[in-house]
């Protein structure tokens, strides 16, 4: 028997802030059709309070993000189903948070230490989780925003025949470091020292790269690699990790900067989400790109 007063919504929001258990959590309100994300920095006990304004701002069209603010000993890794978390679980790398983010789809964060570590160490640790378990490896970062739990999920590609969204699940909270936690961090170094190589190969390349003039027009090119990966991806194509792919074979080939800017105004999918912010993407895609500091 359910008890009067009942608040499923709390009792998920509560267990899964003591188990991630930092000390100040980043929440991100984000309003797909606008394209607005509201940034709030509160501890457990502003966000319990705040838990009827944001299922108001969930109902207004708003996605319920959360992370802990800072690299706090929490790894994050997305998009796996429950076969694979039962394998994680059996080789000693049992998440201490479970999230049913979309039905059947699973995201969340494991306890690798009880002490803060450093952030490209806790991003390379999640890259090594992404391509040992085929996670989502675009979300494989330490900054990256799971979901917080109770709240809908309002992306168009969920909405149910009769109009409603599936709700975001908690589906487990133990809030324990992970047996092998150790062999992760390991893995994590090990990850951070071949992806330290490689850069340093890719700034070699870019200093001594040349211009190559005679190249079939960077947009027909563009073009011809997006209708190929299109056929190779169909709905599934992520069109910012098409983007990427492009840009960094054109690189590789010899377009000039101009070009491939020119080219991705032209014709990058992405640029249709981001009406109001596509010269930002264009310009962020480049500058990662190429290596430059921004």
């Known amino acids: 028997m359910v008890r009067k007063n009942f608040d499923r919504t709390m009792v998920a929001i509560q267990r899964q802030l003591k188990a991630m258990n930092a000390s100040i959590y980043e929440l991100g309100l984000f309003h797909r059709e606008n394209d607005q994300m509201l940034p709030r920095f509160w501890n457990a006990q502003e966000i319990i309070k705040s838990v009827s304004w944001l299922k108001s701002m969930n109902f207004k069209g708003y996605e319920i993000f959360i992370r802990p603010q800072g690299s706090q000993g929490l790894v994050f890794f997305d998009d796996l189903n429950l076969g694979t978390i039962e394998k994680m679980k059996k080789e000693g790398y049992a998440p201490a948070v479970i999230i049913e983010s979309s039905p059947m789809n699973y995201h969340g964060w494991i306890k690798v230490s009880n002490d803060p570590i450093p952030e490209d160490l806790a991003t390379a640790v999640c890259k090594s989780i992404a391509q040992r378990y085929s996670g989502d490896k675009d979300s494989a970062d330490w900054r990256h925003y799971g979901r917080l739990a109770g709240f809908t999920n309002r992306k168009p590609k969920y909405i149910q025949a009769n109009g409603n969204q599936p709700f975001v699940l908690l589906s487990s909270a133990n809030g324990k470091l992970a047996e092998k936690s150790g062999e992760l961090i390991s ?10 190589i490689k850069k340093l190969e890719r700034q070699a390349f870019l200093k001594n790269r040349v211009v190559n003039e005679n190249l079939k027009d960077a947009c027909d090119y563009y073009q011809s690699e997006l209708y190929g990966l299109e056929a190779r991806y169909g709905n599934a194509l992520d069109c910012s990790r098409a983007d990427w792919m492009i840009v960094n074979k054109m690189i590789y080939l010899g377009y000039s900067e101009f070009s491939i800017r020119d080219a991705m105004e032209m014709c990058s999918p992405a640029l249709e989400s981001r009406s109001k912010h596509g010269d930002n ?11 430059k500091k921004s």
């Open 281 to 291: 993407y264009i310009e962020t895609t480049l500058i990662n790109a190429f290596g």
């Open 187 to 196: 893995h994590g170094l090990e990850f951070l020292e071949v992806e330290n």
